[in-house]
């Protein structure tokens, strides 16, 4: 059983930071790419940032400069510091990870997280 726990979220003031978190349990398995997207009411959801095994990235162009992705392999677990946030950046940030399972690659999400950012 694969499972994704965002954490991190919460309410904070435009200019300001936040951490974003989300550790994976994939037991035996591999993770490839894992990414963050992101769905703010009555908008389609969209791909905030992404990964690879490696370590290369690739960002939306509103968040460039701004936010950052990582990932700690050891620990399963890929990180969004998001810094000088606007409120248009208010939104439900999702997990997102490709696990490999038996050579077959699988998409898992988290739960969610939200973010809210006050003018």
């Known amino acids: 059983q694969v499972q994704l726990v965002e954490s991190g979220g919460g309410l904070v003031q435009a200019g300001g930071s936040l951490r974003l978190s989300c550790a994976a349990a994939?037991?035996?398995?591999?993770?490839?790419?894992m990414a963050w997207y992101r769905q703010a009411p009555g908008k389609q959801r969209e791909l905030v940032a992404v990964?690879?095994?490696?370590?290369?990235?690739n960002y939306v162009d509103s968040v460039k400069g701004r936010f950052t992705i990582s990932r700690d392999n050891a620990k399963n677990t890929v990180y969004l510091q998001m810094n000088s946030l606007k409120p248009e950046d208010s939104a439900v940030y999702y997990c997102?990870?490709?696990?490999?399972?038996?050579?077959?690659?699988?998409?898992?999400w988290g739960q969610g997280t939200q973010v809210t950012v006050s003018s």
């Open positions: 997102n990870a490709d696990v490999l399972i038996r050579r077959d690659s699988h998409n898992y």
């Open positions: 990964i690879t095994s490696g370590g290369s990235t």
């Open positions: 994939v037991g035996i398995f591999s993770i490839n790419a």
